[in-house]
T-cell receptor, first 116, second 109 residues
Framework: DTGVSQDPRHKITKRGQNVTFRCDPISEHNRLYWYRQTLGQGPEFLTYFQNEAQLEKSRLLSDRFSAERPKGSFSTLEIQRTEQGDSAMYLC??????????????FGPGTRLTVL | AQRVTQPEKLLSVFKGAPVELKCNYSYSGSPELFWYVQYSRQRLQLLLRHISRESIKGFTADLNKGETSFHLKKPFAQEEDSAMYYCALNGKGANNLFFGTGTRLTVIP
């Protein structure tokens, strides 16, 4: 499968614990996005990378959230001191990064986080 | 502020009947509009975008700037169209998609 992959697919943790998710984009894509989706809602944008540079961050991304893309390839999203409100599906997407109009974002399967 | 409204959470139609999934948006500039679809147990994927003006799987969507709408239409629904459909907006020069809450379409055999 050459699509976007995410690991783990499911994570159950206790409140207060730290969790880290990984996203591997499509190999030639230089843009990478993180979204969060809660029950009954559409995906909500969290942050965006162009290569290794984090260029946009949503107000949803509190200080407990940090994302990295150290070599411009895979990315990690860490949540510190998890809260029950962090329970959601975390989606990663990647795109080629061509100039002009918005390029197509390809989504991964998501990581479902449950905070007990 | 940008906003995407999908007024119907659930929509059921009979096979062969026309289907229209509504999407209205609010954006001060010139947005790009998209429809994404998620079939059961599959990942979210792009269905179509207003710039390409394509028909994908028999679906079309026309951007109506006067009514700020981007409704998704298909003249004859098929059972395999049953899925979750999300309308999304991207502001010009922006790099993030803003999604509506989605409409679950069920095509009844």
């Amino acid at each position: 499968d050459t699509g976007v992959s995410q690991d783990p697919r499911h994570k159950i943790t206790k409140r207060g614990q730290n969790v880290t998710f990984r996203c591997d984009p499509i190999s030639e894509h230089n843009r990478l996005y993180w979204y969060r989706q809660t029950l009954g809602q559409g995906p909500e944008f969290l942050t965006y990378f162009q290569n290794e540079a984090q260029l946009e961050k949503s107000r949803l991304l509190s200080d407990r959230f940090s994302a990295e893309r150290p070599k411009g390839s895979f990315s990690t999203l860490e949540i510190q001191r998890t809260e029950q409100g962090d329970s959601a599906m975390y989606l990663c997407a990647s795109s080629l990064g061509s100039s002009g109009s918005t390029d197509t974002q390809y989504f991964g399967p998501g990581t479902r986080l449950t905070v007990l | 502020a940008q906003r995407v409204t999908q007024p119907e959470k659930l929509l059921s139609v009979f096979k062969g009947a026309p289907v229209e999934l509504k999407c209205n948006y609010s954006y001060s500039g010139s947005p790009e509009l998209f429809w994404y679809v998620q079939y059961s147990r599959q990942r979210l994927q792009l269905l179509l975008r207003h710039i390409s003006r394509e028909s994908i799987k028999g679906f079309t969507a026309d951007l109506n700037k006067g009514e700020t709408s981007f409704h998704l239409k298909k003249p004859f629904a098929q059972e395999e169209d049953s899925a979750m459909y999300y309308c999304a907006l991207n502001g010009k020069g922006a790099n993030n998609l803003f999604f509506g809450t989605g409409t679950r379409l069920t095509v009844i055999p």
